[in-house]
């Protein structure tokens, strides 16, 4: 990556939690008498913002309360596991190192609430290497949309072709290679059955991270 810009996505490609977030739709609506989840919801739920997927849950099942509410109620069970067990991936905290030597400019920008991020990344001694974090909450829409990229160039002063960014989602990839930025697919268990797609759509691909900071 020889870019001057970094825009990173948190879940999957900076830190192991895709797990977590998998089960969080089972743990909060079993917590809500909902015994069985389809998977055509858990598919949607892949590509909303917690307020989006809070949506979906309270019209499919019917829960009381608000999206921003029920989305808030999600965020605090999340809490607990991004301020204390999400942990690195092996091999990031010397990638963004060799990075931020080299005078890479660096944000985050996550589907995942601002808050939950800091708390996570602090713990993990690497928020200090990024500019801001920016979460798709704040910019209204998910990652189908460019806009939480369009956003994180704007405030870095960028251009999306001086600009690489990091996803481990196909669709999240795919939405920043349509908007002309550098795309850098990283390998997760998440993405096993696309990963061939992503290999041939990313302009570079990174299947560990120790190997890749050992590259730069």
């Known amino acids: 990556m020889n870019k001057p810009y970094a825009i990173f996505d948190m879940d999957g490609t900076l830190v192991d939690s895709m797990g977590f977030w998998k089960r969080l739709a089972f743990e909060y609506l079993e917590s809500h008498g909902v015994k069985k989840v389809s998977a055509e919801i858990l598919e949607r739920i892949k590509a909303m913002t917690m307020t989006e997927s809070a949506a979906l849950f309270i019209s499919e099942y019917g829960l009381l309360g608000t999206p921003e509410s029920v989305a808030a109620d999600m965020n605090t069970m999340m809490d607990e596991h991004y301020r204390n067990d999400i942990p690195l991936k ?26 939950l991020m800091k708390a996570c990344l ?13 979460s798709c909450e704040t910019v209204g829409a998910g990652k189908k949309q460019p806009d939480v990229y369009l956003e994180s160039i704007s405030r870095m002063g960028a251009k999306a072709a001086e600009t690489a960014v990091y996803e481990d989602a196909i669709y999240a990839a795919e939405t920043a290679k349509r908007a002309g930025f550098y795309v850098a697919g990283v390998q997760d268990e998440s993405n096993t059955d696309c990963w061939e797609k992503m290999k041939r759509l990313a302009d570079e691909v990174i ?5 890749a900071a050992a590259d730069l």
């Open 207 to 211: 299947e560990d991270w120790k190997s």
């Open 90 to 115: 092996s091999g990031v905290k010397e990638y963004l190192t060799k990075l931020k030597s080299a005078g890479v400019r660096m944000c985050v920008a996550s589907a995942t609430a601002e808050p």
């Open 122 to 134: 602090e713990r993990l001694d690497v928020l200090a290497d990024f500019e801001f974090l920016l």
